[in-house]
């Protein structure tokens, strides 16, 4: 249901000129993935809490996070396998995909695959949702 802004001009400096991403595009869903360790350092808190972030150190960037939350509403709710959600924790967390087949005993191909089908899952349940919020067009002429 969210949506993430690219940055165009004057990358992190704060100046806001935006491009519309939404996480109805698989390419979007990959990159946020894929990138969420650069991005979002209050995930590996998240994930394996030690009180750190608690400290107020690390920056706040609203976009992006409102967005992480989104998508991790989404990734709760479409029912990947554990493979698949094995995969996705991992690319979050900053693993390369050869790294992730080599954990996991695996071709990097199958794991690529188990990848492909999470993101292919997490655009559905996106657009599902969608759909409650606006209803398909009917033609009734």
Same mark, same amino acid.
């Given at each position: 249901?969210?949506?993430?802004?690219?940055?165009?001009?004057?990358?992190?400096?704060?100046?806001?000129?935006?491009?519309?991403?939404?996480?109805?595009?698989?390419?979007?869903?990959? %990159?946020?993935?894929? &990138?969420?360790?650069?991005?979002?350092?209050? &995930?590996?808190?998240? %994930?394996?809490?030690?009180? =750190?972030?608690?400290?107020?150190?690390?920056?706040?960037?609203?976009?992006?996070?409102?967005?992480?939350?989104? =998508?991790?509403? =989404?990734?709760?709710?479409?029912?990947?396998? %554990?493979?698949?959600?094995?995969?996705?924790?991992?690319l979050? =967390?900053?693993?390369?995909?050869?790294?992730?087949?080599?954990?996991?005993?695996?071709?990097?191909?199958?794991?690529?695959?188990?990848?492909?089908?999470?993101?292919?899952?997490?655009?559905?349940?996106n657009?599902?949702?969608?759909?409650?919020?606006i209803?398909?067009?009917?033609?009734?002429?």
């Open positions: 249901m969210g949506h993430v802004v690219k940055e165009l001009k004057n990358e992190g400096l704060g100046c806001h000129e935006y491009d519309y991403m939404p996480l109805s595009d698989p390419f979007v869903v990959r %990159k946020l993935i894929k &990138y969420r360790s650069k991005v979002d350092p209050y &995930y590996y808190e998240k %994930k394996y809490p030690s009180g =750190l972030a608690s400290s107020g150190d690390m920056e706040f960037k609203e976009p992006i996070f409102v967005t992480y939350v989104d =998508l991790d509403v =989404l990734i709760e709710t479409c029912k990947l396998s %554990k493979m698949q959600r094995a995969v996705l924790d991992m979050m =967390l900053g693993y390369s995909e050869r790294d992730i087949a080599d954990r996991m005993h695996v071709l990097p191909q199958t794991c690529r695959a188990h990848y492909d089908r999470a993101v292919s899952k997490i655009v559905q349940e657009n599902r949702r969608w759909e409650k919020v209803p398909p067009k009917t033609n009734n002429s």
